[in-house]
């Protein structure tokens, strides 16, 4: 999938090296906002690094074990969506995400991932999604929440950001919990 039209706002699309730009001009925008949950936002100091980010992205692609797609919404570039930790053996993978801070409150993030959770499992035939964020990373949780994910645990100081360690949330869907309730 190179594009996607969630609906009339919102497109997920792949992340190509002359996307490197407009998400760096986007990261410069909300680096202060994303560097709270996101710890490789201090590592990223010029477009070269996003060039590099997106190319290890294409690699992932082509290797099978991961998609990296950027979000638009009403043609401006909003975030990205990721599949990452594609395990084609256990039908399993991991979907993250980003928003920029002008964009959340606008659903965008919730359409974003319900597209990618619903292509997980028809497209893809996986049988499990998850979603991991920080406890404390309340507008995280909530898009996993309101598409019904289960909580299925605690990691215990699984990551480490601006030093403080940080607690994730472990949430889950099945396949057939998914197309029982959400199939279009």
């Known amino acids: 999938m190179l594009s996607t039209r969630v609906d009339d706002e919102v497109e997920i699309f792949l992340l190509l090296p002359h996307h490197a730009p407009a998400f760096f001009a986007l990261l ?7 560097s709270e949950w996101l710890g490789w936002v201090p590592r990223v100091t010029t477009p ?11 690699n992932e692609l082509a290797e099978g074990t991961a998609i990296r797609f950027g979000i638009r919404y009403q ?20 979907i993250g995400y980003q928003i920029g801070q002008a964009y959340v409150g606008k659903g965008i993030t919730t359409r974003a991932v319900r597209q990618l959770v619903e292509d997980a499992f028809v497209e893809m ?17 909530a898009v996993a929440e309101r598409l019904g994910f289960q909580q299925e645990g605690i990691l215990r100081h699984s990551e480490q950001i601006n030093n403080r360690y940080l607690d994730l949330v472990v949430y889950g869907m099945l396949a057939a919990e998914w197309l029982a309730h959400h199939t279009r």
Not at 28 to 34: D, I, K, S, T
Not at 48 to 58: A, E, P, Y
């Open 28 to 34: 410069e925008a909300n680096r202060l906002y994303w």
């Open 48 to 58: 070269d690094n996003v060039s590099d980010f997106i190319q290890r992205g294409l």
């Open 75 to 94: 043609g401006e570039l909003a975030g990205r969506i990721f599949y990452s930790y594609i395990d084609e053996a256990a039908r399993r993978l991991e």
């Open 125 to 141: 035939n996986m049988n499990k999604v998850e979603i991991l964020c920080a406890t404390e990373n309340t507008r995280s949780r």
